[in-house]
């Protein structure tokens, strides 16, 4: 079964890349804003709103004007804060865990018809490389440099990979609206794991999460 799946995943990449057509890549500019959390790694926790923004290829695949490759190169503001509603009086409450990371999606886009207007929805991995941290107000342990006394710290790894979802509208294959969901893989904080006590989720993987919705202008 292992090797069905290997041979069936390189027959699908030599297929795609042989429609592939770089002579009609188009380019293009995105940006919006950003909703992000991490699970199982602070507490308090609640969500973070950030923005993000970059550029992005339209590349085609194959000649019906439906399929594509969408790579794109962005700063992405990401991580989480300690408002969680329910524990205000919490030490943590107003803390800020920033994440910012330099991010390079790369999705495959299909729109739902040949037409010019259409709604579209795209998938792809998503390979996201810390380029700042900035925590605020938040415990010792949850910090930067840690707890000494316990070895945690709340440093971020330095290479965050999920995979990303996404589906929007174009209005004339140039304006597009993208709401996009981005599913942690990586274990955002490793130095979280050593945390002491009796909470199950200590000892699970720290997932970010991103939700955003914003605009593309692709040139022609």
């Known amino acids: 079964m292992k090797k069905f799946l290997i041979s069936s995943a390189l027959c699908a990449a030599t297929f795609v890349s042989a429609q592939i057509d770089l002579r009609s890549t188009r380019f293009g500019v995105t940006a919006g804003a950003t909703y992000s959390g991490v699970s199982n ?19 085609p695949v194959g000649s019906n004007d439906q399929f594509y490759i969408q790579p794109e190169v962005e700063y992405l503001g990401a991580g989480e804060s300690g ?32 037409a ?8 792809g991995p998503k390979f996201n490389f810390l380029i700042s941290q900035n925590v605020t107000d938040a415990p010792l342990r949850y910090t930067i440099e840690g707890d000494p006394a316990t070895g ?19 209005f004339k294959r140039m304006l597009e609206i993208t709401g996009r969901y981005d599913l942690g893989l ?3 904080y490793p130095g979280l794991m050593n945390e002491v006590g009796t909470d199950s989720n200590i000892q699970k993987k720290k997932s970010e999460q991103v939700f955003s919705l914003g ?3 692709i040139f022609q």
């Open 41 to 59: 790694a602070h507490n308090p926790s609640g969500s973070r709103f950030s923005a993000y923004g970059g550029f992005l290829a339209l590349i």
């Open 83 to 114: 408002k969680d509603k329910d524990a205000k009086t919490t030490p943590g409450y107003n803390a800020v865990y920033a994440n910012n990371y330099l991010s390079v999606p790369i999705y495959f886009k299909g729109y739902f018809s040949e």
């Open 116 to 123: 010019e207007s259409e709604f579209f929805a795209m998938v």
């Open 186 to 188: 990586s274990n955002t």
């Open 152 to 170: 945690v710290n709340g440093k971020a790894a330095s290479f965050n990979f999920a995979v990303g979802f996404g589906l929007g509208f174009s």
């Open 215 to 217: 605009l593309s202008y």
